[in-house]
């Protein structure tokens, strides 16, 4: 959902969506209205009966992505009309899988967990598979919108705005010559809270069993592209069970929402506490002016990045930096570094480490790294108010990857402070 990585990465995913109506209309006949557009969209894309009913169809391909080592591959799969999983392997960097069911929908990755979205949750997630699957436009929007044409990488396209009963609106541009979807803008969920905008481009549209697919797909999301490329597409052929069941892990997070990703608030600054399990990390430690933190974590963070990578090591959760001797002080003791799931033979200066489990007190900061001061201030007059006392520096978790999300006023921080457990019950 996708995440730093999938969503991303997570993080890290799938998609594809439709098509449109004639130009070159004589001079005296009424211009295409929204519904005149998306209607004959469905014709160019095959018998709309046959698209609204197939009975599976599987998809695989190769996919490139900025700053991939691996060879990436992914394979989607539908069965009905309401049953899908997608999967992108990474090689050593892990599986990002996708799908839904017809209660949930879900994204696992590496960095960010798992996310279980339901009912209103789920309906973007579901929208973008039936696209996908090439679903007649009517059975994904209630209404549509005309708006002023555009150009799309030199494509000349109508602009609608397709409305939902429920949910975000998408906006699709439809080529005025071949009546094909040329690009969709769409808002999937960020599996740390609130929407991911998504942009599609798609392009080589060929034929299979007479329905139109585009075998290759750009993805722009936040400002980095990846580019699909279909090998292979196969519609109503047999499906197996572990083709299209939700992954182990992904059903017993259905099952117990507290095996799901942690999901900011839409405002920070709230204080609860905790009891967090113990996580191995590979790290680097350092001592640094506290107007200097941020350089330092620039170098430090993807050093650590770059030693996971050669150490083959996989990571389970987004960066952090914890500052062992607190967060006062021109000179501050920091540790920086990503979890890791076992422990593996680490390749350069990063070692391993461990963040400690027990009780914490916890909050969330949304907005710009230079206000994080504020919120620790909140942080410890709570503490201060609640008879909470601390034990160890606290760290941060950043869950939102800057290069991915230039907003800084989305950006999601979480801060955790260990605190002594005998504080506990006089804060409670």
């Known amino acids: 959902m996708d995440s730093p990585l999938a969503f991303v990465s997570s993080l890290v995913l799938a998609g594809s969506w439709f098509l449109g109506s004639a130009c070159g209309a004589a001079t005296d006949d009424p211009p295409p209205t929204a519904e005149s557009i998306l209607d004959r969209m469905d014709e160019t894309c ?46 050593d960097f892990g599986s990002f899988t996708m799908g839904s069911t017809p209660t949930v929908s879900w994204s696992t990755d590496p960095a960010l967990g798992i996310t279980v979205r339901d009912g209103d949750e789920q309906l973007g997630v579901v929208r973008w598979f039936a696209f996908n699957r090439r679903a007649p436009w009517r059975t994904l929007y209630e209404s549509a919108e005309l ?82 490329r279909y090998t292979s597409i196969e519609l109503d052929v047999e499906v197996t ?6 992954p182990a892990d992904v059903q017993a997070a259905i099952d117990d929402p507290k095996l799901r990703s942690t999901r900011a608030p839409e405002k920070g600054g709230d204080v609860t506490i905790e009891t967090i399990e113990p996580r191995i990390v590979a790290s680097m430690r350092a ?11 620039a170098r430090m963070l993807p050093e650590v990045g770059g030693s996971l990578a050669q150490s083959g090591a996989e990571m389970t959760g987004p960066p952090f930096t914890r500052y062992h001797s607190g967060i006062d002080g021109t000179e501050l003791d920091i540790e920086a570094g990503i979890p890791v799931k076992q422990r593996v033979e680490l390749k350069g200066r990063a070692v391993l480490s461990e963040l400690p489990g ?3 007190a916890t909050t969330w900061h949304i907005g710009p790294y230079g206000e994080l001061p504020k ?17 160890g520096g606290p760290w941060e978790i950043y869950w939102t990857d800057p290069g ?20 506990t019950k006089r804060g409670s």
């Open 287 to 297: 001592t640094v002016k506290s107007d200097e933190i941020s350089k330092q974590l």
């Open 375 to 391: 919120t620790y201030a909140l942080l410890r007059t709570w503490m201060k108010e609640h008879g909470v006392e601390g034990s």
């Open 46 to 91: 095959g018998d709309v009966t046959r698209r609204a009913n197939l009975k599976s169809l599987r998809m695989k391909g190769g996919l490139q992505a900025p700053g991939a080592g691996a060879k990436i591959t992914f394979t989607e799969v539908h069965v009905g009309t309401d049953r899908v999983l997608h999967t992108t392997a990474m090689g």
């Open 404 to 423: 991915l999300e230039p907003d800084p006023l989305k950006w999601r921080t979480q801060i955790i402070w260990p605190i002594k457990d005998d504080a």
């Open 147 to 228: 708006l002023a044409d555009s150009d799309v990488d030199g494509d000349d396209c109508w602009t609608l705005r397709m409305i939902p009963k429920s949910g975000n609106d998408a906006t699709w541009y439809v080529d005025q010559a071949t009546h094909l979807p040329r690009k969709i803008d769409v808002k999937v969920p960020n599996p740390t809270g609130g929407d991911v905008a998504m942009s599609w481009l798609f392009e080589d549209w060929k034929a299979v069993d007479g329905i139109p697919f585009p075998h290759v797909k750009k993805m722009s999301v936040m400002g980095v592209e990846m580019v699909y």
């Open 241 to 246: 069970p572990a083709e299209i069941d939700p």
């Open 358 to 360: 027990g009780k914490a």
